[in-house]
């Protein structure tokens, strides 16, 4: 670091939404972020005593590195940036579970729920994606949620948007999960974040209350494709045993049985068969699983739907 910036590297340069500083913080966006090393933590120090600046938006999801340095839920990257003078707002203040500075903040502005802060969250996605502090954060968003917090406002980020149900299953705290889902949250689409990012318990609280496994929709596949095309095969194995139909056609008519003859696994589409698949179903282009998999020189997956 320091013989890039004798050559003028830009501390605060910004390459696919990353900044350095926010670089350094977040190491894997959807994992809280483990004992960061005394190397990572006096390249923070020497980051922000150079000129890089906690204030600028950055990571996943867009935030200020205060809010980033709750979502990973590290004490001592807060400390630091708070000794460097970050802003500690109503916004971050949701992120670290300061309930009191929340109130002080809806009583100056109540318009404060409706608000985004730099990056573009709101500050009950600040509280949901938080990992300081899940009961604080619960706090925090039971007070927001009662002064009129919209829960299915959302924000950009990356490719999709999401919203404080996504963050909450992302930040695995399960009771605002559930505070949210009480509070309005639309079910089926909860039933993503919480099979994606969370788990069972997660995905069954959203089963519990209506989700329909049918109409989950992820990167504009049904749920259950989705989970395949990306090998996810026990999540989908779960999907297939709490209701979801193999039959369902994406945009391109593909069912889950096209997708898992794509993808190749045997133990995928002996499960789907099982659980009721119909090899027989043509996609918009006239092919069915078994000339997918053809075509893909899958012949034991071949042999498999001929039987």
């Known amino acids: 670091m320091e013989l890039l910036h004798s050559k003028g590297a830009d501390l605060n340069a910004v390459w696919r939404g990353y900044r350095p500083l926010h670089s350094l913080l977040q190491e894997e ?16 120090d020497w980051l922000l005593a150079h000129g890089a600046d906690p204030e600028q938006p950055g990571a996943w999801p867009p935030a200020r590195a205060i809010i980033i340095a709750a979502f990973m839920g590290e004490p ?62 619960l706090d925090v968003a039971m007070v927001l949620l009662r002064a009129g917090a919209d829960l299915r406002m959302q924000t950009k980020s990356w490719n999709h948007n999401i ?18 889902l009480e509070h ?12 994606w990012n969370a788990d069972e318990e997660f995905a069954e609280l959203a089963l519990q209350r209506g989700a329909q496994p049918d ?13 395949i095309r990306w090998g996810q095969i026990r999540k989908a194995r779960w999907l ?58 899958r012949n034991k997956l071949v042999d498999l739907l001929r039987r």
Request: aromatic share 4%; net charge positive.
């Open 29 to 44: 966006p959807h994992r809280a972020s483990g004992t960061p090393s005394a190397e990572r933590l006096e390249c923070l």
């Open 76 to 137: 001592r990257y807060v400390n630091r940036l708070r000794k460097a003078r970050a802003r500690i707002d109503g916004f971050a203040a949701a992120a670290l579970g300061d309930q009191n500075l929340v109130q002080k903040t809806l009583i100056r502005s109540p318009g404060f729920v409706r608000q985004r802060d730099s990056g573009g969250l709101t500050a009950l996605q600040c509280a949901a994606g938080s990992r300081f502090s899940e009961a604080a954060a």
């Open 163 to 180: 919203d404080a149900v996504y963050l909450a299953a992302s930040a695995k705290n399960k009771a605002l999960f559930a505070l949210l």
């Open 184 to 195: 309005g949250a639309d079910a089926t689409e909860a039933l993503v974040p919480a099979v």
């Open 215 to 227: 109409l989950a929709v992820a990167d504009s596949q049904p749920l259950l494709n989705s989970l």
């Open 240 to 297: 297939l045993a709490h209701g979801a139909s193999p039959n369902v056609p994406d945009h391109q008519g593909w069912t889950a049985l096209h997708q898992a003859a794509s993808r190749g696994n045997e133990q995928m589409m002996r499960a789907l068969l099982e659980a009721g698949g119909d090899a027989a179903p043509r996609d918009h282009q006239g092919s069915t699983p078994i000339d997918i998999a053809r075509r893909a020189r």
